[in-house]
């Protein structure tokens, strides 16, 4: 086992009475789960049918994402793809790994698209409901205007807008972008303000914006650093950031180690755990304000065991929320979300 640092993170206390269970059935209709782990190596299968293992000459080292060194070891193995940890800041990474064309032939294939399409415009409106609001709320708490005043936000990598869409509800100047053309499109014939562009491309001003959130794509950036400094340009002194991300030091990996699904180099780079993001904050400038999890770490857990393991879990099944909220309230549910705030000016 590695050592870690003392961590001085607080977690916030929580009531089993606000717990809120997520419907399995409505986020991942009729086999889009299972759809999704049969297509989940799409990106390499066809070197490796053709090669035996990924060509050598195609993998490039990285240097850590978050603190540059370039000291680390071998943390596991999975889809021909190697993580490992930083021993300066522990960061866990995929290394080494494909170069950006690559990921960007990725992320635009017709299998990426399809998965998406299948896990996210069949269950947008439950994630209106059950995630959208709940992530708008944990924003308005942190941010503090005046009465009255309609928070500016975007969204980046927003998919079909379902946090946007939650936002706009509520009044406010909610607009989102993404990469994928068949979630925006699929957001903006709900009247929704999406744009199909990269940040880099996107010419809002800086400064301008009350709160930006970027759920589910640290993890997926070789260059995660230049993404949160763009970001972050964009946030007034005070302004929010919102991240959401695999949690590493999960309950999913601790119990199904390397099969935790969210482990899953194709596509995921960076491995991020509650003390490791919080220390990229400060490295960004940023005050964390706050650190907690949510997960379907036992639903994932109850799902392999029978799927793949073909276990019985009936007994687990019937305890399957009072364990979830366990994890939840401990830091270990597999989604990390964090929030920092921009330091005012001094
Ligand atoms: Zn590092």
């Not at 999406?194 to 589910?216: I, Q, T, W």
């Not at 993404?227 to 007034?236: E, K, P, Q, T, Y």
Request: proline share 5%; charged share 25%.
């Amino acid at each position: 086992m590695y050592r870690q640092r003392p961590s001085t993170m607080r977690v916030p206390y929580r009531q089993f009475s606000e717990y809120i269970p997520v419907e399995i059935e409505r986020l991942r209709p009729a086999g889009s789960y299972a759809a999704l782990m049969k297509q989940r190596t799409h990106a390499i299968d066809g070197l490796v049918a053709q090669h035996g293992q990924i060509p050598e000459e195609l993998l490039l080292l990285r240097a850590c994402p978050t603190c540059r060194s370039t000291t680390y070891r071998e943390e596991l193995r999975k889809d021909h793809m190697v993580l490992v940890r930083c021993e300066s800041c522990q960061l866990v990474y995929v290394n080494p790994a494909f170069d950006e064309a690559h990921y960007r032939a990725v992320y635009t294939s017709e299998e990426y698209q399809g998965i998406m399409k299948d896990l996210g415009i069949t269950s947008h409106a439950y994630r209106v409901e059950r995630f959208g609001q709940e992530r708008v709320s944990l924003m308005a708490e942190h941010l503090d205007l005046p009465d009255g005043v309609s928070p500016a936000y975007l969204d980046v990598g927003c998919s079909t807008g379902f946090v946007v869409e939650a936002a706009a509800r509520r009044g406010w100047r909610a607009s989102g972008i993404d990469l994928n053309p068949s979630a925006i499109e699929f957001g903006r014939q709900r009247g929704l303000d999406l744009r199909h562009a990269a940040l880099e491309d996107d010419r809002r001003a800086a400064e301008s914006l009350d709160a930006v959130s970027l759920f589910d794509v640290l993890e997926h950036l070789l260059h995660p650093q230049a993404m949160l400094d763009a970001a972050i340009r964009l946030l007034r002194p005070g302004g929010i950031l919102f991240l959401y991300v695999p949690n590493y030091d999960s309950a999913s990996r601790l119990l199904l180690g390397a099969d935790a699904h969210f482990i899953w180099p194709t596509h995921h780079l960076n491995y991020y755990t509650p003390s490791t993001l919080s220390e990229l904050m400060r490295r960004s400038g940023l005050e964390v304000a706050r650190v907690v999890t949510e997960g379907l770490d036992v639903a994932d857990y109850v799902w392999y065991q029978r799927e793949v393991a073909g276990q019985d879990v009936s007994a687990i099944e019937t305890i399957a929320d009072t364990l979830q909220f366990l994890i939840n309230a401990g830091c270990y549910g597999k989604n990390l979300r964090l929030i920092a705030r921009r330091p005012r000016a001094a």
